[in-house]
């Protein structure tokens, strides 16, 4: 799992890349990004297998944003990523994923 950020200050924007290692979870069919920058839409953002086992999307996201998110796995499970900026408890007894957007 990663998050690559690259900044456009001129644009006020962060491409962030999330990137989803699936290989030691089987072979999911479908993978989705979901979080507070799509208001927890379970089928919006769906991520792309780009090889061995790699689900990867990117999102253009404001500067000075912070956005909690999760994967969400062949409509059946949820997975954090372990490249989060850190984690918060969510109301379902598990944690999101975090990740911050600096404002440069």
């Given at each position: 799992m990663s998050i690559v950020k690259k900044y456009f200050p001129k644009k006020k924007v962060c491409r962030v890349t999330f990137k989803l290692d699936t290989s030691a979870m089987g072979d999911p069919k479908k993978v989705f990004l979901v979080g507070e920058f799509n208001e927890w839409d379970l089928e919006l953002t769906r991520m792309k297998r780009v090889k061995g086992g790699i689900f990867s999307?990117?999102?253009?996201?404001?500067?000075g944003t912070i956005y909690q998110f999760r994967y969400f796995i062949d409509g059946s499970w949820w997975e954090n990523d372990?490249?989060?900026?850190?984690?918060?408890?969510?109301?379902?007894d598990s944690d999101n994923s975090v990740v911050v957007i600096d404002n440069i």
């Open positions: 999307v990117s999102l253009e996201l404001p500067l372990d490249a989060a900026d850190y984690y918060l408890p969510s109301p379902y």
